[in-house]
Structure formats: structure tokens, C-alpha cells
């Protein structure tokens, strides 16, 4: 299995990012898919997950969208009206399909290398 981000970069505060995630050796079909992401200093925290269903951190809830491209194998995040406290490196990640919960670090056994987003004027 292998997860590679993409995306990443600096823009200004109310701006927008896509990141990319793609996959190998991962069905989607039989696979939750998340977005976690570590500021400097701080845990890595759940973003969103994707695995039949979507959900979100309240902190992203309306301006952060997840979705898969089932065809090119690639997950997405795409990342709008940006604060300065979205600033951190984003993983993507796979857990198994009956996970207990999807929100928790330790459900994900397969990780990205990260990619970074500094949001900045």
C-alpha cells in the first residue's frame, strides 16, 4: 500500500486549496479514507473521512469538501475560505472497512508522507 499527498503550498487567508492523495494497493470500495492534519507543537488531529458516508471536524464543517475519484484511484480535499489556523502538514490516510471509529488516529493503518499548507498574508 502506498498513499502520496499532493497539493500543498502557501496562499492567503480566504483562499483555496485542492490537496490530492493518491492510492496503491488500496480498493476504496473496502477501505475508509481520511484527512488528518499536525500543526507545529500539536497532536494530529482528525480533518474528514470518507467510507460510504463523509464526516468532518466542526473546525472544517462548510468549507472543506472530501471525495474519491474511484476511476484514477485518487482522494481529494479540497479546501476553502482558509484560515491562518488550517496551517499544518496534511496526511492522508486508509483504515479498514469496519473501523470502530474513523475520527481516531490510531483506527488508520496506512499514512501519506504529508503535504504542507501554510495559510499566510
Known amino acids: 500500500v502506498q498513499l502520496v499527498e499532493s497539493g500543498g503550498g502557501l496562499v492567503q487567508p480566504g483562499g483555496s486549496l485542492r490537496l490530492s492523495c493518491g492510492a496503491s494497493?488500496?480498493?476504496?470500495?473496502?477501505?475508509?479514507m481520511g484527512w488528518f492534519r499536525q500543526a507545529p507543537g500539536k497532536e494530529r488531529e482528525f480533518v474528514a473521512a470518507?467510507?460510504?458516508?463523509?464526516d468532518y471536524a466542526d473546525s472544517v464543517k462548510g468549507r472543506f469538501t472530501i471525495s474519491k475519484d474511484n476511476a484514477k484511484n485518487t482522494m481529494y480535499l479540497q479546501m476553502n475560505s482558509l484560515k491562518p489556523e488550517d496551517t499544518a502538514i496534511y496526511y492522508c490516510?486508509?483504515?479498514?472497512?469496519?473501523?470502530?471509529?474513523?475520527?481516531?488516529?490510531?483506527?488508520?493503518?496506512?499514512w501519506g508522507q504529508g503535504t504542507q499548507v501554510t495559510v499566510s498574508s
Open positions: 490516510a486508509r483504515a479498514p472497512p469496519y473501523v470502530r471509529d474513523y475520527r481516531l488516529r490510531n483506527s488508520y493503518t496506512y
Open positions: 494497493g488500496v480498493y476504496f470500495s473496502s477501505s475508509v
Open positions: 470518507s467510507g460510504g458516508y463523509t
